[in-house]
């Protein structure tokens, strides 16, 4: 797909987002409104290891540990201060820096992709391990108890920046949090089509070469290991603002392997394809949860069993791969002679 194609693409479904974020309250009672904008928290965190992942090629399997310690720093300073402002830039700021000190490790300590993806499973494993260690009453920050595995209740929701004790309504929460994504999506888009991410495309298809044209691959590769992180930091403070709890589940296997399989169902190396899958998904557990039809776990195994075999490339590779064969036959269709009686004639 050519750039101009594919920015088309971006607006057309940029513009959507914002049309759900502003249109969205007006249509859909107070349950659907808190449901859609916890969704929507998730789906960000879904972007930004689909950006990573499918543009630099770098596949964190512990991405959950940013998203966690943003879900985290917001709970505790939301608490402690009694509005969110702060709050969430510490969410963002707070793995941000893990990032940093992680990455710089990882890649000027040139460890193999293989071994760096454990590596952050292991670190959201380490953090699983230490929350739930962290039930006794000493364990304080801010003054804020850290509750072990009981987590953080009574988390405050997101207020007006500066305006302590006004806080956002369900209804603006939700617009607010379709509009980040909406924001979030258009600017990796952008930044896709810019030098800066054509060089880290590049890195991932051919990370020696590109070193030999004077380009420096663990740079770039921190950049974006900085920028995924960041971005799953504000998913997990608007996942906390939007739930009100946070617990030490958001470090664990389950939440990281969700947001891998969520990628991968969306298709590699798209961002929209990211978001489609995550809420599609997240639709299917809620149903399948609250019916108790079936088991969740196996549902889930199937389905994404289904898109490795039926849909190796995603949902939206599939569909776009479906829409220029169509498109292919249309015009084939367009062409062909009609035959009328003895004689032979061209459609026009």
């Known amino acids: 797909m050519n750039y101009a194609g594919m920015n088309a693409g971006s607006l057309t479904f940029t513009a959507s987002l914002v049309v759900v974020a502003l249109g969205g309250p007006s249509v859909l009672d107070t349950f659907q409104v808190l449901q859609l904008s916890a969704y929507s928290s998730l789906a960000l965190g879904v972007v930004g290891l689909a950006f990573v ?24 300073l939301s608490i402690a ?24 490790f ?13 590596i952050t499973l292991c670190v959201s494993l380490i953090l699983f391990s230490f929350m739930n260690s962290t039930a006794d009453v000493s364990y304080t920050l801010l003054s804020v108890p850290l509750g072990g595995f009981n987590g953080i209740s009574a988390v405050p929701p997101l207020n007006w920046p500066g305006f302590v004790g006004d806080f956002l309504t369900p209804e603006a ?11 979030v999506y258009l600017a990796l ?18 990370e020696r070469r590109c070193e030999l044209l004077g380009y420096d691959p663990r740079w770039l590769k921190l950049v974006g290991f900085v920028i995924s992180a960041a971005i799953a930091g504000l998913a997990g403070a608007l996942f906390t603002a939007n739930t009100g709890y946070v617990g030490p589940t958001v470090f664990d296997l389950g939440q990281s392997s969700q947001f891998i399989l969520w990628a991968i169902a969306g298709g590699m190396g798209t961002l929209s394809g990211a978001i489609i899958a995550s809420f599609m998904l997240q639709f299917l557990a809620s149903f399948i949860g609250t019916s108790q039809l079936f088991n969740t776990s196996l549902v889930f195994g199937t389905v994404i069993i289904f898109f490795v075999y039926a849909l190796p490339n995603g949902i939206v590779p599939s569909l776009q791969g479906l829409l220029r064969k169509l498109s292919r036959l249309a015009r084939r269709q367009r062409r ?10 061209s459609t026009p």
């Open 53 to 76: 992942w499918g543009i630099l090629g770098i596949l964190s399997l512990g991405h959950a540990a940013f998203f966690g310690i943003g879900a985290y720093a917001y709970a505790i």
């Open 81 to 104: 201060q009694g509005e969110s402002t702060f709050a969430v830039a510490a969410a963002i700021l707070a793995p941000s820096v893990l990032a940093v000190c992680l990455g710089y």
């Open 106 to 118: 990882l890649f000027y300590g040139r460890v193999g992709d293989v071994y760096l993806s454990v």
């Open 173 to 183: 929460t939700f617009s607010l949090c379709f509009l980040l994504l909406a924001a």
């Open 189 to 206: 888009q952008f930044l896709r089509g810019t030098r800066l991410g054509r060089i880290m495309a590049s890195v991932r298809e051919n």
């Open 336 to 345: 062909r002679p009609e035959v009328i009686g003895d004689s032979i004639k």
